[in-house]
């Protein structure tokens, strides 16, 4: 041991470990439905245009669905399409039955609503879970698909044996796909919940009042890891691009660590169990049918 004092370092919530036990979870229950006569499970992944993140993830969705024997189609279409062009291939895919999930890639260029679309693909093969129907069903506490990023950090504390009940989860970032619905799901799963965006003053306030904290901003430079209240459980949804091409979340993590009692890195984090539970979505959008 070396003379000076250990600083404090937060334990890792461990993405890629549990998004890995939860994929071969899944690859056995799929083997044995397959095994018992049942067709493997289908996900049809949609992209359009070139973005370069976007083929990025993509590709780490078609991986995994090799890992847990999920059929996957991609379909990848040039930027230009037209909107309709991308309806029709959307109302195939809901009249295939081998298709059990269909996930297009967002961000969508400008020309195309994704309003639009996201409600024309049908709501029992949404494994994205952002149709206005399952977003409802998630808000009534009916059963549905659940956007896979929130429910991956359910999934993630779970394994840990970490329990929102009763904890004041903070909550940055309000969007559609991630902030929003998790602030639902950290509300069902019994904690006091803030949800701070753009128009929150005293941002520093609210962060140092989370036993949870989750930053879903997209930016690294609006959360100061030093307002993290110590010990608490540090959730960063964000994934940035560094000029130097490496990755980062959206909270500075070295600091954090220091001030947080546990943490989830990026990569390894929230990336990972958002593949997994479009995973399990996927699964069980094939039990629908
Ligand atoms: N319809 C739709 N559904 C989505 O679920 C969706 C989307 N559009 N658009 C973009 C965002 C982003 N997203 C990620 C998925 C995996 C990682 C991931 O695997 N991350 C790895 C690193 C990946 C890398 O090396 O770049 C990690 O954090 O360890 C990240 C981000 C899903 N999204």
Redesign the pocket.
Known sequence: MPNQAMSHSAQILDG?KVSKALQSSLSLQIKKRVDAGFDAPGLAVVLVGNDE??A??VN?KIKACERTGIRSKSYHLPRQTSAVALYNLIDELNENPQVHGI????PLPEHIDETEVTNRINPKKDV?G?HAVNVGHLALRQPGLRP??PRGVITLLHHYHIDPKGHHCVIVGASNIVGRPLLLEMLFAGATVTSCHRFTRNLEQHVAQADILCVAVGNPNVVNAEWIKPGAIVIDIG?NRMTDGS?AGDIDYKVACQKAGWITP???????M??AT?MQNTFEASLLS
Do not use: E, M, R, W
């Open positions: 890629k993140a976007s990025v993830y780490n996930l297009v890639q967002l994205d952002f896979c990023t994934i990755l990026v990569p390894g984090g929230i990336g990972p958002t593949v479009l």
